[in-house]
């Protein structure tokens, strides 16, 4: 009988977008790849995801809940913890219950917000040998700490702190913590986390239509142009223009940025809070979301990948995606926090203020368009970008748990 | 062989009389058909076609035109001094309109219009009806106008261009232009670019310009950073400038000289002088030759008069304002006009023909320019070339014109204008000793020199 992984997180991911999403789709199928049955309950945001991209025992966080105030407040940006208060509560937990299986191995959490809705599994006859693994994406905290700072609101603090509690509770309870950087994993078990892997982001190879190719081909620029993909994920887009010195100038008059992603409309914004906005438009081309055909066209067609990142914690998603492309990638150093071993692959440039960004940028855009094969030295290097290889770990580790457990029945 | 292609779409344009720009691309034109220089050619930019070769006796009727020195008088003299009412405002606007036409047209035009005001005066109304129709089509046009020059490549039309050829302007190409198509063009053909900066004012400071022309600027200079191989500047000071943008905002900077302008006016055989500038010429006064508009800051010449006024100074030279109204000084006129202290203190002269200039410059006491910022400073140059001292701005390109031949002040500092203005005013042999140094030492630039500084920079 395969063991059986259940998942829990604050969102579904049979159709991922963002980039949590994105790993934690690859970490079931690993699960799956390492011979276990996988089970899921996402504590989703009511109306925020269609139909198909739901799971079958996923639960609606609906909007009008009572658990969305925070110190009387229906509080913005932090429905991510309510939604675990909501899951771990008398109404929410007697929904969650009804749809675990009757036998658990093993619950994931992704990242630390569903862990008093784990806690309270456990504490069922049931699954009282349930061993809780944590899959953590950043240290939460600081970053939401920064969010909530950016926007004045007055429980900054207060929920930044409540966050610090639950994540260091949920990585000293877990069994196993799976982190996404070396610096991630440093912090977890000086926090006594009892087994800290790295499990690092990965890419999933893509591939295109040549009949997609070429209608985007009529649609993005001919001359060589850059390509930043993101979600609307605050740290993909705070500081953007500021990391750009607030300026698309470096841009030749036929070349653009383009964007792809959610983010598309909030750098928009944010060039346009610049002093040279009407410049910096003339060279942004906003082509919002994609289905993954368009997009993996779009990325196969990009000169380069531009990766401005100054927020954020963990690793950024889209950094091993720029590196497997063989195209260019131009970055500020956090993007490449994880990465730092690519770092020196002859495609990429590190840049640590807006001149070299200019300066990079310029010199990318001038340089020949690189192709996968012209520079077969960096293939392994690439090829263990893939989700399969940086994931292996986390079944491998998963098994010996469990071979642990039942050792000790 | 290579060939240099100037760009004349500016003056090919300009139906006025001559401006700073004007005149440095019809300067250096007639230099190069004087000279005979069979490796030029000259070329014009429309939005449709692009740019076609221009003949050079088309060239040479624009520079007839341009040193006819045609100046159109569009309102009685004595209301240049007047605030204008919208209906003279109108007026104003559809004379110059008519001005642009050709001379013979124009009074069959005017006679036209008053044969039909009333049926016009209906005409127009039913017009602002309907006017937002009407912007939305014509701004439709423009799109699909910018659309198709985006579009068109170097293979749709026929571009004169050749690889190896040299494309030089030092036109108006932020208004007549389009850089974003002569840069696809440069990268498909490979010919080399030398183009021109004058100033980045508009950038450098925005709120002394319209909203729109500080947009257009930003964008201008930093197409014409991406596509020149090599940019001209007319001072030390606009050098400085542009490299300083051009930094910031992440474009490349591309070698950069300097080039001086001239700074002779036109002579003519023939002056006739207005009944305006004859009764000026008759009484003491100080000159200062520049657009009306903020920048140029007339106001701590007002402000200076004033204090001297209410100092008890009397029989102060008249001052004496040449130039075209221009934006943003409506209430700044309005005092000029209003302020009983200043009465018959300042005088205000517009549409002033070179010949009439000339006059005016030799017969100064002295000149002034408190300009707050400028890319060169042509008044300056030509207060020296004319032996006068001038009294001028400590700010921006001025005193690369004339070193230590001219005075500077701060030109915000109204106490040391007016201290300054009253001491020359009274000890007149001061004045009269640096007229003659200016005389002894100054040497103007002249076209010629600055037509070879260009050649000079082409590296032909």
Avoid at chain 1, 69 to 74: I, S
Avoid at chain 2, 351 to 358: Q, T, W
């Amino acid at each position: 009988m395969k063991p059986v992984v259940l998942i829990l997180s604050t969102y579904p991911f049979a159709e991922p977008r963002h980039g949590g999403q994105v790993r934690l789709a690859n970490i079931a199928q690993s699960y799956q790849k390492g011979g276990m049955q996988v089970e899921s309950i996402a504590i989703y945001q009511a109306g925020g995801y269609r139909l198909s991209a739901l799971g079958k025992c996923d639960i609606p966080f609906p909007t009008t809940s009572a658990y969305r105030n925070y110190c009387g407040t229906n509080a913005a940006l932090i429905s991510d913890l309510q939604s675990g208060r909501y899951g771990a509560s008398d109404d929410g937990f007697k929904i969650v219950k009804k749809r675990l299986p009757n036998k658990i191995d093993v619950i994931h959490v992704e990242q630390p917000w569903l862990w008093p809705v784990a806690q309270r599994i456990i504490e069922l006859p049931t699954y009282a040998q349930t061993r809780l693994v944590l899959g953590s994406q950043n240290i939460e905290a600081p970053l939401k700490r920064q969010i909530l700072h950016s926007q004045d609101y007055s429980y900054a603090d207060v929920v930044s702190d409540e966050i610090d509690a639950l994540e260091k509770e949920a990585c000293v309870q877990a069994d196993l913590v799976f982190a996404v950087t070396q610096s991630d994993c440093e912090v977890l078990q000086n926090w006594g986390g009892k087994k800290v892997i790295l499990a690092e982001n990965g890419i999933s190879p893509w591939y295109a239509d040549q009949s997609k190719i070429d209608e985007w081909s009529k649609k993005l620029p001919s001359t060589p142009w850059l390509l930043y993909v993101a979600s609307a994920h605050p740290p993909n887009y705070q500081s953007f223009a500021e990391c750009l010195g607030n300026s698309l100038g470096c841009f030749p008059p036929d070349s653009r940025l383009v964007i792809a992603g959610s983010v598309s409309d909030y750098i928009q914004r944010e060039f346009s809070g610049t002093r040279w906005h009407t410049l910096n438009s003339s060279r942004l081309q906003l082509l919002n979301v994609l289905s993954d055909q368009d997009l993996a066209a779009v990325k196969i067609l990009a000169h380069g990948f531009l990766l401005p990142i100054t927020h954020g914690g963990g690793s950024n998603i889209k950094t091993p995606e720029a590196l497997y492309s063989g195209a260019y990638v131009i970055g500020s150093e956090l993007a490449f926090r994880g990465f730092e071993v690519y770092a020196d692959m002859a495609q990429v440039r590190v840049t640590r203020n807006p001149t070299q960004f200019h300066e990079s940028i310029r010199e990318v855009l001038a340089a020949s368009r690189r192709t996968v094969s012209a520079d077969e030295s960096d293939g392994p290097q690439r090829a263990s970008l893939t989700w399969d290889v940086r994931l292996a770990v986390i079944p491998a580790a998963v098994s010996e748990i469990i071979r642990t457990t039942e050792a000790n029945k | 062989m290579s060939r240099v292609w100037l760009d004349v779409t500016s003056i090919l344009i300009w139906m006025r009389p001559a401006v700073g720009v004007i005149r440095t691309e019809a300067e250096f034109a007639n230099y190069v058909i004087s000279s005979n220089d069979e490796r030029f050619s000259f070329c014009q930019f429309d939005g449709v076609s692009g740019f076609n070769e221009v003949t050079r006796e088309t060239v040479c009727a624009a520079l007839d035109r341009i040193s006819s020195n045609v100046s159109i008088n569009t309102l009685p003299p004595a209301l240049t001094n007047l605030p204008l009412t919208t209906k003279d405002k109108t007026k104003k606007k559809i004379l110059d309109l008519i001005s642009l036409l050709p001379i013979s047209f124009q009074p069959s035009v005017i006679g036209f219009i008053l044969r039909h005001v009333q049926l016009l005066k209906v005409i127009l109304a039913k017009l602002l009806k309907i006017r937002f129709f009407a912007l939305w089509l014509i701004q439709k046009y423009f799109a699909k106008l910018a659309k198709l020059q985006f579009e068109t490549t170097a293979d749709a039309v026929d571009i004169p261009f050749r690889k190896g050829d040299v494309y030089l302007s030092m036109g108006a190409d932020w208004n007549h232009g389009d850089l974003s198509y002569l840069y696809s063009l440069k990268r498909q053909i490979g010919f080399k670019a030398v183009l021109f900066c004058y100033d980045i004012i508009p950038i450098k400071l925005p709120h002394l310009t319209l909203d729109w022309v500080a947009e257009r600027f930003v964008r201008y200079f930093c197409n014409l950073a991406w596509i020149a191989d090599e940019i001209l500047c007319i001072s030390e000071c606009s050098r400085r400038d542009l490299d300083g943008f051009l930094n910031e905002i992440g474009a490349p900077v591309p070698p950069m000289s300097v080039v001086k302008l001239g700074c002779q006016l036109p002579t003519m055989a023939e002056i006739t002088v207005s009944a305006e500038v004859q009764q000026v010429l008759q009484q003491r006064y100080v000159l200062f030759v520049s657009t009306i508009e903020r920048r140029k800051n007339h106001e701590v010449l007002y402000r200076a008069y004033i204090r001297l006024v209410e100092q008890g100074h009397s029989n102060l030279p008249l001052l004496v304002f040449v130039g075209m109204p221009g934006w943003g000084v409506n209430d700044f006129l309005a005092d000029l006009n209003y302020d009983p202290r200043i009465t018959g203190c300042i005088k205000v002269l517009n549409h002033i023909a070179d010949p009439e200039l000339r006059l005016l410059y030799n017969h100064a006491y002295f000149t002034v320019f408190p300009s707050l910022y400028e890319g060169w400073g042509l008044p300056v140059a030509e207060s020296l070339a004319a032996g006068k001292f001038c009294l001028a701005s400590d700010s921006a390109s001025i005193p690369e014109i004339g070193g230590e031949l001219v005075e500077y002040i701060d030109p915000w500092d109204i106490n040391k204008w007016a201290s300054r203005l009253l001491w020359y005013f009274n000890n007149p042999d001061e004045v009269l000793k640096r007229e003659i140094l200016i005389k002894s030492s100054y040497r103007p630039t002249t076209w010629t020199d600055t037509s070879l500084e260009i050649l000079n920079a082409l590296k032909l």
